[in-house]
């Protein structure tokens, strides 16, 4: 589990697009709680949604109700691969802590590291896994965020 509490309203205000099926997946994972769900459908209801009536029904439910509500919105999606919603929460999680909290910044990226059960795109971020190429952790860090700026953001 992450030791450090991610705060997903300041993640929406650098990737505010999110998909069911990913949220759904940060849910599983409790990287966010059912409250941040309530709160990003509540923040999208002004937007021109395919389900409206169901994520309108969400930003009324209460707590116990969302699961239920996430899954049936999530079902009308189209199959998105596991591996690239994990790569979105992956950047999510790393880049907040590199803008908030770079003191700590690779203690989350190791506590990220094992959440997501040690994904390859992030193995030269980890101080003790053997280096590959010779460049400071930092450089590797700073490029990882850049590119994946370029994806998410």
Not at 6 to 20: A, L
Not at 111 to 132: A, H, Q, R, S, W
Not at 137 to 148: D, F, G, Q, S
């Amino acid at each position: 589990m992450l030791r450090n509490k991610v705060n997903f309203d300041r993640i929406c205000g650098v990737i505010p697009k999110w998909k069911w099926s990913e949220l759904k997946v940060g849910l599983e994972k409790s990287i966010i709680f059912n409250s941040d769900i309530i709160s990003y459908a509540i923040s999208i209801l002004s937007e021109d949604l395919e389900q409206f009536d169901r994520v309108l029904e969400l930003s009324i439910a209460e707590e116990d109700e969302v699961e239920e509500i996430i899954l049936k919105l999530s079902s009308n999606e189209v199959v998105q691969d596991l591996e690239i919603i994990n790569s979105k929460w992956i950047f999510a999680i790393i880049y907040d802590a590199y803008n908030n909290f770079k003191d700590v910044v690779y203690d989350v990226i190791e506590d990220v590291y094992t959440e997501f059960e040690y994904p390859k795109e992030i193995n030269n971020l980890i101080g003790y896994m053997p280096c590959d190429d010779g460049r400071p952790i930092e450089v590797k860090l700073n490029e990882y965020i850049e590119n994946n700026k370029d994806i998410w953001c």
